[in-house]
């Protein structure tokens, strides 16, 4: 018998669960109580990330990553012993933090705990070890590379850097190839043993102590030190331009069309993903409308911004077939032209909106996505409510302030467009676009 559809339900508000604060010794417990959830996600974040790292140990902070993983007593011991408690270790960098973590049952949180102090605080840094996963990252480095779209990101940084941003966050392949397990340990002394950082901690609380997590975490070290943030400075040259990455032979043709953007904090984040969103961030976007409904010339493109503590990056990417290379980044242009000049539909402002508030209950539905998000908010500096007030910030949106975001945020006379693809076969189409002046170079060059 045919089973009638039930009737949809109005929407419901979402307000994000209030996190407690614990401060323990030089570090905080910041912690959400979600009981039923007996699955408990640790995160210990050291905000200092690939940014602040010297120029002479670039990737310094992936490298110890991947060596942590080796665990107190050195190759690849960590894994196991979690498992034997039902724990599963999580390790990643990003530009403005360093971040461990592990996700446990409730009720073996206390076991998994201590050892992931142990690896935090006491890792073995066996230089067998150390040698072994920074070879395994040069050899990703290029495995990963072979990508066209990935070797565009990657070259985007020395388009629009100075500096730390210049080279990828692991490193590249000179500045990694450099790093010696001296300087690893160094680092690890100096930055993630003796400095406390946050514990974020999300689950069922029921039986945990978050003081004594704090303790066993934190142990004696010191509380965190403030980071001196300066906005980089750009490198010289000619803007908008066109840097070509050659890869000779190469059928399709990856891009990426960037400038930079204020750092997170000095941006109104609902308008500015709201018109990124409008712009390339959904399936009914005007760049995917474009590139890949009427012009048929991709299976998707898009954009989005890079937000970081001092500085951003905006960008539209896309990979298309090598002869339509030119037009479609003449196309990209004029879909952001346009987009400044005429603003945005009021279809396009609903599923904005929606985008933004209708989902949020699925989002945070899981102890590790509301984990991810006291990450964001630790990292970033952001308040216990920033997820209520960003969603009170997309239901405010109006055509007017969409259409303000457009021509305050998107500025493609400051671009920079990176294309990977056949140099002798696209030089001269992408000259004839008048951009900028274009220049070619090879891949291994980017990074010496």
């Not at 912690?31 to 790292?53: C, M, N």
């Not at 950082?197 to 609380?205: F, N």
């Not at 975001?405 to 990176?418: D, G, K, M, S, W």
């Not at 992408?430 to 220049?439: A, H």
């Amino acid at each position: 018998m045919p089973q009638t559809r039930p009737p949809l339900g109005a929407v419901a508000s979402y307000s994000f669960p209030k996190p407690q604060r614990v401060t323990v010794g030089g570090g905080t417990v910041v912690a959400i109580d979600v009981p039923g959830q007996r699955l408990v996600s640790l995160r210990l974040v050291h905000p200092h990330g690939g940014a602040v790292e010297p120029l002479d140990a670039m990737g310094v902070n992936v490298l110890t990553s991947e060596v942590l993983e080796d665990g107190p007593d050195g190759n690849s011991s960590l894994a196991p012993a979690l498992e034997r408690h039902g724990a599963e270790w999580m390790s990643r960098v990003n530009w403005d933090g360093f971040i461990t973590g592990l996700d446990a049952p409730a009720n073996r949180v206390n076991e998994a705990v201590r050892l992931f102090a142990d690896a935090v605080r006491r890792p073995a840094l066996n230089p067998d070890d150390v040698v072994r996963r920074r070879e395994h990252l040069l050899e990703r480095f290029w495995l990963e590379a072979a990508t066209a779209g990935t070797l565009a990101m990657r070259s985007l940084g020395g388009q629009l850097f100075t500096g730390r941003y210049a080279t990828p966050l692991g490193g590249g392949p000179v500045r990694l190839a450099d790093i010696t397990p001296e300087t690893v340990a160094s680092f690890h002394a100096e930055s993630i043993a003796s400095v406390a950082g946050t514990l974020v901690v999300v689950g069922d609380l029921d039986g945990i102590d978050l003081e004594e997590l704090g303790k066993t975490v934190f142990g004696d070290a010191a509380s965190v030190p403030e980071r001196e943030s300066s906005v980089p400075a750009p490198p010289p040259g000619e803007l908008p331009r066109i840097l070509i990455v050659d890869r000779p032979g190469s059928v399709q043709s990856a891009l990426v069309i960037a400038h930079r953007a204020p750092s997170r904090s000095q941006v109104d984040l609902p308008r500015a993903e709201g018109i990124s969103e409008v712009l390339g961030g959904m399936f009914t976007s005007r760049l995917n409308m474009e590139l890949r409904e009427r012009l048929g010339y991709t299976y998707g493109a898009g954009s989005r911004f890079d937000l970081r503590r001092d500085s951003g990056v905006f960008f539209m990417s896309t990979q298309v077939e090598a002869d339509t290379t030119a037009h479609s980044v003449t196309s990209s242009l004029e879909q952001v032209a346009e987009l400044r000049e005429s603003g945005v539909t009021e279809e396009e402002l609903t599923a904005v909106r929606e985008s933004n508030t209708v989902g949020l209950p699925v989002s945070y539905s899981t102890a590790r996505s509301l984990a991810g998000a006291l990450v964001d908010m630790v990292v970033h500096d952001l308040p216990d409510d920033h997820v209520d007030r960003n969603r009170a910030g997309y239901e405010r949106l109006t055509k007017e302030s969409l259409d303000s975001a457009a021509t305050e945020y998107l500025h493609p006379e400051e671009a920079v467009v990176v294309v990977v693809g056949d140099a002798d076969r696209l030089r001269q189409p992408l000259t004839d676009t008048g951009i900028g002046p274009v220049e070619v170079r090879d891949p291994e060059s980017l990074w010496s």
